[in-house]
């Protein structure tokens, strides 16, 4: 099966296990990779299949200013137990380009397909269902959004 195939079941099984009241998820299917994010693109869940290294990786990813991604980046580490209490062994690291992220990599032990898809999708929204709330509550004020978000101790915002 190829990449934009599989890529199709993660968006699927995606879509149908992020929790509902974290708000609308955006989507983009590059063909080779996959973006999910709920207000700002440059911070976003992604998954990419490696084929030839017999793996995908999957994240969330800061990809906005280099002090936003620091911020971030921080703030994430600030909250690494309690990320590994729910996802288990993750990276949280700073990446290519100023950017971070949290990450793993998952081992395929078959071709790309559906199964794997489905699998790969529940675990991405495992990533959404922790890191959002920790990401919405982090955010730096200035930081464009789409939507108004809630968030403890403060007004929503937009």
């Excluded at 099966?1 to 974290?22: F, G, H, N, Q, W």
């Amino acid at each position: 099966m190829e990449p934009r195939t599989y890529l199709r079941a993660v968006d699927a099984a995606v879509r149908a296990t992020v929790p509902k009241p974290l708000g609308e998820v955006q989507h983009q299917n590059r063909g080779w990779q996959a973006k999910w994010w709920f207000g700002n693109p440059a911070l976003h869940y992604e998954s990419t299949p490696r084929v030839r290294a017999s793996t995908v990786e999957i994240g969330l990813h800061f990809e906005a200013d280099e002090l936003t991604n620091a911020l971030l980046l921080a703030a994430f580490r600030a909250h690494a137990k309690k990320i590994a209490r729910r996802l288990g062994d993750v990276r949280i690291e700073e990446w290519d380009r100023g950017w971070a992220r949290v990450w793993e990599p998952i081992a395929l032990t078959e071709p790309l397909g559906t199964r794997n898809g489905t699998a790969v999708g529940k675990r991405i929204a495992g990533y959404v269902t922790v890191l959002e709330p920790i990401l919405r509550d982090e955010l730096p004020a200035d930081l464009p959004w789409s939507v108004a978000l809630p968030r403890r101790g403060g007004p929503a915002r937009r």
